[in-house]
Structures are given as C-alpha cells and as structure tokens.
C-alpha cells in the first residue's frame, strides 16, 4: 500500500510557484478570506490558509464578521474587498450562519477575484470545459493523482457526495481525465455495491469512517476528502486503519487532501494577480 502523502505533493507545487512568485515581490500578491460566524472547519480553514499564504510571501487580509453579522454587512465586507485593488483572490468560507442568504452573496463575489470557483459565472465555464476558477478541493483531488502518477483515463472511478464544492466538480474532472464516472449521494440505495465498483474512489460525504473495508474493490485507489471529528480526533470519511490493507493507495487525514487544497489556493491566487 502506497500512504498518498499531501506534502510531497504541496511541496512540489510549491516549489514551481515560488520562483514565479519571486519574481513578483514580497507581500505583492494578496488573498482575502471572509470568515462569518464560528463554524468550526471554517476558522481551521482559515488559520491554516493565513500561514500558508504568509509563509510563502503573499498578503493575507482577514474579513471577520461575528455569527450575528446582517445579510448587508456581509455584502458590505464582500463589496469593499471586490473594490480593493490590493486584494487579488478572495475565499469566502463556508458555511455562513443559516440567516445569511450565501447564493445571493456569491453571485456578488467579483468572478476575477472567485479564486474556489464559488460562483455561477466561474461554474459555468468549468462545466462547459473553457477554463474559468474551479473549487481548489477538487482540484487537490487530481493533483494528488497525478503527483502519483495514478492514471484516471480507463478507470472506474466512484465519487461519494454532489456538492458543488467537491463532489460535482471532482466528478467532471476525472470524466476530462477520461474515467468512466459514477457519483453517488445520501438517495444512492446500494452504495457498497456502486463503491465496490471503483478502481479510485473519491470519498467526500462529510460522515466519519462511512467507506469501510468490504466496500473497497482490493486494489483500489481512495481519495479521502472527509474532515469529521470523531472521539476528539480529526478523521476522514474512510476507515483508513481497515482500507489501508486492502488498497493500493490511500490519502491519510490529516495529511492528505487538505494539505494539498491550500496550495491549491495559492495556485488560484496566482492566475488571479495575472488575469
Ligand atoms: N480536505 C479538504 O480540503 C476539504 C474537505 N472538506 C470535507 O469534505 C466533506 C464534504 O464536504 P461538502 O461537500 O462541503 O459537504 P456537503 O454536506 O455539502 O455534501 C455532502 C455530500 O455527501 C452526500 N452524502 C451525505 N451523506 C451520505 C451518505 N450517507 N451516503 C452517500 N452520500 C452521502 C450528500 O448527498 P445529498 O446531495 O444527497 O445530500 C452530499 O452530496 C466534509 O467532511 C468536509 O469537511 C470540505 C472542504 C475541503
Ligand atoms: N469555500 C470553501 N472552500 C473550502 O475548501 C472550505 C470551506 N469553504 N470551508 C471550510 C472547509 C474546510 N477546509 C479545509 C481545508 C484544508 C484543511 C487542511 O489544511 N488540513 C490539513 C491540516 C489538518 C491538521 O493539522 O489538523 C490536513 O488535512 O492535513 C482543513 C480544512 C476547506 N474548506
């Protein structure tokens, strides 16, 4: 079994970037995130992302509103970053407390600056396949695969989870990479069956240790997107202890996607400071 380190390939793309970014200057190219309320994966999101983008010589603003900030003062915050021209990328965090309407405030979002490819604009362009932000998840998804040198093009590849975060988008991704592509959800009636099919399974429902052992087809490539807390640890959606033995490879978490997505980001911010 191979363990599908985050960091090898973080690192890697790192270093590309870094002589790019070198060139540009110190604190030049900057990223905002907007953080509303107190949700847990969000506030870890943005610790992480604040030393990432810092460590690596970026400008880092942080837009923190309270969980009882108004639909109109986060559209205000969004509206002023939109407007700064020093701020290259922004991410806005999800999710926001219930009573903020994010659809309408992610259509606000200035699609240039949409560096998680959160708005419709931005959707749009991913799905017909003409470029345009994609969500930076996703995109850690394939980079991990192709860092492995993993092939898509012939597989079997099973995503669990639709969201237009990571299961949508990582779906149309490895359908680009040529893989034959079955995306299954919380209505998929014989989910063992459908899992026990993939040559690479990309597991991101968000319910902890959910892809047991008997649902791995021996062999198969798994993609673990989840970040769920179980007993006070950080686990994935895979029961990583039981799959290890029986996959060929297997994304650890922490250690895995996640810390690949926030190079992602750092990606995104690029193309940004460039369009
Ligand atoms: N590693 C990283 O960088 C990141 C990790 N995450 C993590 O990824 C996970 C998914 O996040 P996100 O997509 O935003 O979550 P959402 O809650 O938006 O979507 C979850 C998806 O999983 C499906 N699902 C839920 N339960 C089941 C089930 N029992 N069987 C089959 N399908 C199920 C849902 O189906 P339906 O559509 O029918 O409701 C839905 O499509 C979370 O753990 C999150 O923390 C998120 C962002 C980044
Ligand atoms: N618009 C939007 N896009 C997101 O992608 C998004 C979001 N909102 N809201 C919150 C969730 C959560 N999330 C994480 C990403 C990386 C790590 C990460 O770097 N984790 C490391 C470190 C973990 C640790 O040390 O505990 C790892 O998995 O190895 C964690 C969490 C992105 N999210």
Same mark, same amino acid.
């Given at each position: 079994m191979i363990e599908l380190r985050g960091k090898a390939v973080a690192d890697a793309h790192k270093a590309i970037l870094q002589e790019k970014v070198a060139a540009v200057g110190d604190s030049v190219i900057t990223m905002a995130v907007l953080l509303v309320g107190e949700d847990h994966g969000a506030h870890m999101y943005a610790t992480f992302m604040e030393k990432t983008a810092k460590n690596f010589g970026y400008g880092f603003v942080l837009k923190e509103l309270p969980e009882t900030a108004t639909q109109d003062e986060v559209?205000? +915050? #969004?509206? $002023? #970053?939109?407007?700064?021209?020093?701020? !290259?990328?922004?991410?806005?965090?999800? /999710? &926001?407390?219930? !009573? =903020?309407?994010? $659809? +309408?405030?992610?259509?606000?979002?200035?699609?240039?600056?949409? =560096?998680?490819?959160?708005?419709? *604009?931005? =959707?749009? #362009? @991913?799905?017909?396949?003409?470029?345009?932000? +994609?969500?930076?998840?996703?995109?850690?998804? &394939?980079?991990?695969?192709?860092? *492995?040198?993993? /092939?898509? $093009?012939?597989?079997?590849?099973?995503?669990?989870?639709?969201?237009?975060? =990571?299961?949508?988008?990582?779906? #149309? &991704?490895?359908?680009?990479?040529?893989?034959?592509?079955? &995306?299954?959800?919380?209505?998929? /009636?014989?989910?063992? $069956?459908? @899992?026990?099919?993939?040559?690479? @399974?990309?597991?991101?429902?968000g319910r902890a240790h959910m892809i047991t052992a008997d649902m791995i087809k021996p062999g198969a490539v798994v993609i673990d997107v989840g970040i769920n807390e179980l007993e006070g640890k950080t686990v994935g959606d895979v029961d990583y202890e039981a799959v290890k033995d029986i996959a060929s490879a297997i994304t650890p978490v922490p250690g895995g996607v996640g810390s690949v997505t926030t190079t992602m980001m750092l990606e995104a911010v690029y193309e940004a400071y460039h369009a």
């Open positions: 559209v205000t +915050a #969004l509206q $002023e #970053l939109n407007n700064d021209a020093a701020v !290259h990328g922004i991410l806005p965090l999800m /999710p &926001m407390p219930k !009573h =903020i309407d994010t $659809e +309408a405030l992610i259509d606000m979002l200035d699609p240039k600056k949409d =560096i998680d490819g959160l708005t419709t *604009y931005n =959707i749009g #362009l @991913v799905t017909a396949g003409k470029g345009g932000f +994609a969500p930076c998840t996703a995109k850690a998804c &394939m980079a991990i695969l192709n860092h *492995y040198d993993i /092939p898509v $093009e012939g597989k079997h590849v099973v995503v669990i989870g639709r969201s237009q975060v =990571i299961g949508k988008p990582v779906a #149309l &991704m490895t359908l680009g990479a040529h893989g034959t592509v079955t &995306m299954c959800h919380s209505r998929t /009636p014989d989910l063992a $069956e459908q @899992v026990k099919r993939g040559d690479i @399974v990309i597991a991101a429902a």
